[in-house]
């Protein structure tokens, strides 16, 4: 199943290595993050359980611009016309599909994991 609800009015969407978010006031939906490039199926398939359009999202929020969370937003954005919300240092990457920052975790989070 491609949604879970977390509370009333929003859903995880399990995207394979990463996850996105579908929030759901009653008016408009937002989504936050997009998932590798491919995944957006899931997020029409999620959008069909909750018997809702593609045109419902409304806001697309990124966490950050790495591909695992904006792979999928060309597609989405496409479908949907939603409008974006990035930090604007991540924007350059987002808008010309990389090089991307580094994907290397903290020495603070290697060490918490030993």
Not at 24 to 53: I, M, N
């Amino acid at each position: 199943m491609a949604l879970n609800k977390i509370i009333d009015g929003a859903y995880l969407l399990a995207l394979g290595n990463a996850n996105a978010v579908l929030l759901d006031d009653g008016a408009e939906l937002t989504l936050v993050d997009a998932g590798f490039p491919g995944r957006a199926d899931v997020v029409w398939k999620a959008l069909d359980q909750l018997g809702r359009k593609r045109t419902d999202i409304r806001h697309l929020v990124f966490t950050h611009g790495h591909p695992d969370h904006i792979g999928s937003a060309a597609t989405i954005l496409r479908e949907t016309g939603a409008t974006t919300w990035m930090h604007a240092l991540d924007a350059p990457f987002a808008e010309s599909g990389g090089p991307f920052r580094p994907m290397t975790p903290s020495p603070q989070l290697l060490l918490g994991l030993a």
